[in-house]
């Protein structure tokens, strides 16, 4: 079954010990991106990478790391969480970036609680 | 960059009357525009999209207008029912990655 598999999918820590947010996609895509959505603000983009090694900015990436050693596996690390970092993340992968890549998979969402 | 905004932010209508969410977008270059439903506890999901070479799109009981001209996009849903209760985003992009609207919370009430 094709999808975007993310872990954990609730975690509750405290402000500055680090964590890793897991993201895997069995669809061979290119591209792939992290966005989080919190309550009147939808969902905004943190980084994203078109392919192993390639990652970008998105609009909030203060505060967050990501890396792209592999096609399938795009990582979230946040490095010193603190409590305005609370939110539902959303790991997404397609074909390619742009308007003729194709449907953005989004994972199941990962809900991020920083004490 | 690009702007979009959705309205309206919350909508409710009655089991079997229509809805009706517009995005207007900033960005001339955008030539692409995707619909994603959010069912709670889930991420999003893609229901329709167009392209900006076409003017209407529909599939069943969705449908999805473009107006290149005035830059806004609109989502029609006919004859609704209790599990399209959802949030609903839409979304564009040209060349640079898709940018969301700030999503609508629709209720169809039984």
């Known amino acids: 079954e094709a999808q975007v598999t993310q872990n954990p999918r609730y975690l509750i820590t405290v402000t500055g010990k680090k964590l890793t947010v897991t993201c895997s996609q069995n669809?061979?895509?290119?591209?792939m991106s992290w966005y989080r959505q919190d309550p009147g603000l939808g969902l905004r983009q943190i980084y994203y990478s078109m392919n192993v090694e390639v990652t970008d900015k998105g609009d909030v990436p203060e505060g967050y790391k990501v890396s792209r050693k592999e096609k399938r596996n795009f990582p979230l690390i946040l490095e010193s969480p603190s409590p305005n970092q609370t939110s539902l993340y959303f790991c997404?992968?397609?074909?390619?970036?742009?308007?003729?890549?194709?449907?953005?998979?989004f994972g199941e969402g990962s809900r991020l609680t920083v004490l | 960059g690009e702007n979009v905004e959705q309205h309206p932010s919350t909508l409710s209508v009655q089991e079997g009357d229509s809805a009706v969410i517009k995005c207007t977008y900033s960005?001339?270059?955008?030539?692409?525009f995707p619909w994603y439903k959010q069912e709670l506890g889930k991420g999003p999901q893609l229901i329709i999209d167009?392209?900006?070479?076409?003017g209407e799109k529909k599939d069943q009981r969705i449908a999805v207008t473009l107006n290149k001209t005035a830059k806004h996009f609109s989502l029609h849903i006919t004859e609704t029912q209790p599990e399209d209760s959802a949030v609903y985003f839409c979304?564009?992009?040209?060349?640079?990655?898709?940018?969301f609207g700030k999503g609508t919370r629709l209720s169809v009430i039984a």
């Open positions: 997404a992968s397609s074909l390619g970036q742009g308007s003729g890549t194709g449907e953005l998979f």
């Open positions: 669809m061979n895509h290119e591209y």
């Open positions: 960005d001339s270059a955008s030539n692409y």
């Open positions: 167009i392209r900006s070479n076409v």
């Open positions: 979304a564009t992009s040209g060349n640079t990655p898709l940018v």
